[in-house]
């Protein structure tokens, strides 16, 4: 019943787009103290820059001395990559308007009405929602405990961080599998899943630590394009609260087998290897230090020393030991205890702090994280493309993105607690360091991110605000040690098991304004009936954005088709618009589904095909138009039409963002325009005619600022 066009089709090999008051806090010094008053000042008249073409550039806004307002600003980059968590997990309660959680309405919604935080499940009631964990000191996953989820009280450190700075809520793992080949994503932009590159397809952990791959990581780009870089990891042997718990996957590759280096490979602060953090005695680690947590200024001693003495390089990426990873065999307040640990270092250094950007991301949310596939639970679709699409799919998985993880940007650019909700995987890390190194006059351009990742995915860019400058650092929580709750030597506590009884829908506390980073595009679709073919076809186009700039749209039939678990994907830019079209005909005239998208967009179509020459009655049709603008200019624009013999009443109804109700009535043959305001760009919609059954139309989603 539907058309699945052409497949992605990708550009030219290896082409990238077009780049597109203080507070007193536990490490605040006075020094640090003045200086962030006199800065936060001058930034205070700041406005945001626009998010187009010109992203990278300054606005007219007025920088404190020594600022330029621009990406020039920024000197170094350090991602922290933690384990195994989901979005949903740690922050479906997160107190921060925007922010995509428990409270989202535009969630998928199955035929029988209940939205996918209804987790297909063999209980009486045939589902389970999102539970409370019943313990924070270990959190180990299995079946049972796949929905369940913290509070802040529970994760009191990463709620702050959240909201302190900027959280990222479409932050999606690379692939719908394990730590490993999503690590491999970060660090080469490709899992080589058609084994063209050397090494064979990667869909496990399998190949740990064995040296067998040999494409290029993005590191050696660095490396030759003369951009200094470091692997901060532990070297020590690998027993909870030291080594690199298998982590560190450059060791996957043939170019970093110490077996084979030479002598330059390991000069420190220069060669490969030195850089990548493997030591000539890999194979062989020294004895562990006490293992405890008190020796974590051990673990992180190199990064802390070249924090202090100033010798930070451009790039870092840091790997935690498992104890202090997020894996779900340990607590995510022991891991809150190692980032923490991270922010002090920078922090402590006020150049550094003034000119660093911290990314905390994780690997994955533990496995496979689709319906009834493992893994914490989280609710936001990923983005998945068309069967065939060039570099993209692995024998044994599904293919696209995984589910979404936690992102915070933590940084002078980023502070406020803004939410961002643009696409991004783990190869937009890579694509963020892609511009900035063209900014720098060195590019070091990934050669292996397919074009469809390129266009589903951003940079980052977003997420940041160059010419708002505010060094404060907020007042934190200290994270809390669990080490004397639980001996780590004895039996883990057991893990959270689902209620017993009536379940409740988990709530989201949203208080106070919107938030959100502006978008420089937007998804759109639209419904075209052909009355004497009997079909319904949507046209989905996007608006905006950078040349190929594009969104991941899944189509799913509510009514008269069989249920579908992922929807039928289409790959939607601003070069290529989609359809897809509804055979009434062989539905009884009939027509019912959804196309849902990022940043909470969602249409619904649902009605039946008049036939052409039918005219009786009242036949209600509608056009729509996104009006791009800033604050009060972003409207939707509808055009209301009665095509039948009798006037139509429109009944439209503010589903979220807004408290309004109109009804309005349109003569035969006649049309009204009414203008749909937003708020910060967000709209929900949900139209129908009176007298009309089952005619229904939903139009939710945001439109772009200018």
Avoid at 493 to 505: F, I, L
Wanted: hydrophobic share 35%; charged share 20%; glycine share 10%.
């Amino acid at each position: 019943m539907s058309k699945n066009e052409d497949n992605f089709v990708e550009p030219e090999s290896g082409a990238m787009p077009a780049a597109s008051a203080p507070s007193s806090g536990r490490h605040f010094t006075r020094r640090k103290f003045v200086k962030a008053v006199g800065l936060t000042a001058a930034a205070g008249a700041a406005v945001s820059a626009g998010l187009g073409a010109d992203r990278l550039q300054a606005s007219a806004a007025a920088m404190p001395t020594g600022r330029t307002g621009t990406i020039a600003d920024l000197k170094h980059i350090v991602i922290v990559t933690q384990e195994n968590r989901s979005f949903d997990h740690i922050f479906g309660t997160l107190n921060l308007p925007g922010a995509r959680g428990f409270n989202d309405k535009q969630a998928l919604t199955w035929q029988n009405g209940q939205t996918n935080f209804y987790e297909p499940n063999s209980r009486a009631e045939g589902y389970l929602l999102p539970y409370r964990a019943d313990t924070t000191k270990y959190n180990a996953q299995n079946t049972s405990s796949r929905m369940f989820y913290f509070e802040e009280q529970d994760v009191p450190f990463h709620h702050a961080i959240a909201k302190a700075w900027t959280v990222a809520d479409h932050y999606h793992c690379s692939l719908n599998t394990s730590t490993d080949p999503n690590r491999i994503m970060m660090w080469t932009g490709t899992n080589d899943p058609q084994g063209v590159l050397g090494g064979g397809p990667r869909i496990n952990n399998s190949q740990n630590g064995q040296f067998l791959f040999q494409w290029e990581t993005y590191p050696e780009v660095l490396q030759k394009a003369g951009v200094t870089w470091q692997m901060y990891v532990d070297n020590n042997k690998d027993v909870g609260w030291f080594g690199d718990y298998e982590d560190n996957t450059l060791r996957d590759f043939a170019r970093y087998n110490p077996v084979n280096a030479s002598a330059d490979d390991f000069e420190p602060g220069k060669g490969l290897l030195a850089r990548g953090g493997i030591t000539k005695d890999y194979t062989n680690p020294p004895a562990d230090q006490k293992n405890d947590r008190t020796n974590l200024d051990y673990v992180l001693r190199d990064f802390i020393a070249d924090c202090a003495a100033g010798t930070l390089p451009q790039v870092s990426w840091v790997t935690s030991p498992a104890s202090w990873s997020e894996h779900p065999n340990h607590a995510p307040n022991d891991g809150a205890i190692y980032v923490d640990r991270v922010i002090q270092a920078v922090h402590d250094n006020p150049e550094l702090w003034d000119s660093t950007l911290i990314i905390l991301n994780y690997d994955e949310p533990n496995g496979a994280n689709r319906v009834g596939q493992g893994g914490f639970f989280d609710h936001v679709l990923p983005a998945i493309p068309e069967d065939g699409t060039p570099g993209e799919g692995a024998p044994g998985l599904n293919p696209g993105f995984g589910g979404r993880v936690p992102l915070v940007m933590i940084s002078p650019w980023t502070r406020g607690g803004y939410v961002c909700s643009e696409v991004f995987d783990h190869t937009s890390t890579i694509m963020l360091l892609e511009q900035w190194t063209t900014t720098l006059g060195k590019p070091a351009i990934c050669k292996n991110i397919s074009a469809w990742r390129r266009t589903v995915s951003g940079d980052m860019l977003s997420a940041i605000d160059f010419t708002r400058f505010d060094n404060s650092f907020p007042s934190l929580p200290t994270p809390a040690s669990l080490a004397a709750v639980v001996d780590k030597d004895k039996t883990l506590p057991p893990v959270p098991q689902p209620p017993v009884g009536q379940q409740v829908m988990p709530t989201q506390d949203s208080t106070g304004p919107l938030k959100v980073r502006p978008l420089s595009f937007h998804q759109h679709a639209t419904l075209v009936e052909d009355r004497t073919a009997g079909t319904v076809t949507a046209a989905m186009s996007f608006e905006g954005g950078r040349p190929g700039k594009g969104a991941s749209m899944l189509v799913f039939p509510d009514k008269y088709l069989p249920q579908q678990t992922y929807g039928t994907p289409y790959t939607v830019s601003n070069t290529h618009p989609r359809t897809h079209t509804w055979d009434a005909t062989q539905t009884g005239g009939q027509y019912a589904f959804s196309i849902y998208g990022p940043d909470r967009f969602v249409r619904t179509f649902a009605g039946q095909v008049v036939p052409a020459a039918q005219t009786d009655g009242a036949i209600p049709r509608i056009e729509v138009e996104l009006i791009r603008g800033s604050g009060a200019s972003q409207q939707v624009k509808l055009t209301l039409h009665s095509d039948g013999s009798q006037a139509v009443i429109f009944e439209l109804v503010a589903n979220d963002f807004l408290d309004r109700d109109q009804a309005i009535s349109v003569a035969a043959g006649k049309s009204k325009v009414v203008t749909w305001p937003t708020k910060s760009g967000y709209y929900d919609i949900v139209i129908t005619a009176k007298g009309v059954d089952g005619w229904k139309q939903r139009y939710a989603g945001r439109v772009a600022q200018i």
